[in-house]
């Protein structure tokens, strides 16, 4: 049997993580953190495979900062990141995150939609 991969989930709401952690934990590696600065944290000490990025983490950082980071100053080009808000996105907003992403999730976020969409990125 292969190795689960591992994925982290930046969120500061704590009913969403159990969520998702529920969701995919059988099926997947799990690190869950709820500040911008304890994602780019784990990100630089883990090699994770794909990051679930809230865009409104509460704190000085917010997820498009995040994103920016990880693909900038942290040179990590193709880590696949899916982006989940509650927030309804401006059209301009959406079409700027999707092109640093693998994909954007509304919520609340299904058990089926978030596992499919978690393999299609992951199988990129």
């Given amino acids: 049997m292969s190795e689960k991969k591992k994925i982290l989930i930046v969120e500061d709401n704590t009913e969403t993580q159990l969520i998702i952690k529920v969701s995919i934990r059988d099926l997947y590696d799990v690190v869950i953190v709820s500040s911008a600065e304890e994602a780019l944290e784990s990100i630089k000490k883990n090699d994770f495979n794909l990051v679930l990025l809230d865009i409104n983490l509460g704190g000085q ?14 040179n990590l080009p193709n880590m696949p990141v899916i982006i989940i808000t509650a927030y309804d996105l401006p059209e301009t907003d959406k079409n700027f995150l999707m092109s640093l992403t693998c ?15 978690i393999g299609k990125c992951l199988r990129r």
Avoid: A, W
Wanted: zero cysteines; glycine letters at 6%; a negative charge.
């Fill in 61 to 74: 950082m917010d997820g498009r900062i995040v994103l920016e980071k990880i693909r900038g100053e942290l």
């Fill in 103 to 117: 994909d954007y999730l509304e919520k609340p976020i299904s058990k089926d939609v978030l596992v499919s969409t």
